[in-house]
């Protein structure tokens, strides 16, 4: 099953935060974050392989709590540049991958 | 300069006409995937390849095959299109033998079947 993310769309000015949110109803090994910009190929923010873990990258962090099979990218302090669709991605025992619907960030002046 | 080809980037066909389209990482990777992206389903795999010779379902295989002869390359294969695979599909490679490592997509091919 696709894990789910909230919210599907969010309008923010810039140098605010958002969080978006990430669930799964099978067990999580890892969660990978994608960003994907329109018309071009999704990439990658980070992955937390650990319950626990998490993770940092400029102002965009990410934490992942294995026990509620859940996880929340952060961003904050938002520049035009965030603007885009994120992904979750969760990895199966089997090694095969499942991503979430995705949710829309936009950014405005 | 590191990355995943895809090709075509835009492909029309009509139903029922094979096509392959085709995939090459040049990053030495194991990992190897297709997913298809429609709108408000995000990406969904396809099937995925752990190595050489080595190729698994995902979450939608039905109308697709793979194949994965050598490391590099890991061509999809619609034997018999419909309609209903008109999407936009990316490949992508990891390094690593399974999915938990940084994923490297290539640019996507759109597919129209008409």
């Known amino acids: 099953q696709q894990p789910v993310q909230s919210p599907q769309a969010v309008i923010l000015r810039e140098g605010e935060d958002a969080v978006i949110n990430c669930s799964s109803s099978k067990a999580l090994y890892s969660v990978h974050w994608y960003r994907q910009k329109h018309g071009e190929a999704p990439v990658f923010l980070m992955i937390l392989l650990k319950g626990g873990e998490q993770k940092g990258h400029e102002k965009i962090s990410a934490s992942f709590n294995e026990k509620k099979q859940q996880s929340s990218l952060y961003l904050t302090a938002s520049q035009l540049s965030y603007s885009g669709t994120y992904f979750c991605g969760t990895e199966g025992w089997n090694n095969d991958m499942r991503f979430g619907a995705g949710t829309r960030l936009t950014v405005k002046p | 300069e590191a990355q995943v080809t895809q090709n075509p980037r835009y492909l029309i066909t009509v139903t029922g006409k094979k096509l392959t389209v085709t995939c090459s990482q040049n990053?030495?990777?194991?990992?190897m995937s297709w997913y298809r992206q429609d709108p408000g389903l995000g990406l969904r795999q396809i099937y995925y390849s752990m190595n050489v010779e080595v190729t698994d379902k995902g979450d939608v295989p039905e109308g697709y095959k793979v194949s994965r002869k050598e490391k590099r390359n890991f061509p999809l294969i619609l034997e018999s299109p419909s309609p209903n695979q008109t999407s936009l599909y990316f490949c992508a490679s990891s390094p690593g033998g399974g999915a938990n490592t940084e994923a490297f997509f290539g640019q996507g091919t759109r597919l129209t079947v008409v």
């Open positions: 990053m030495n990777h194991e990992y």
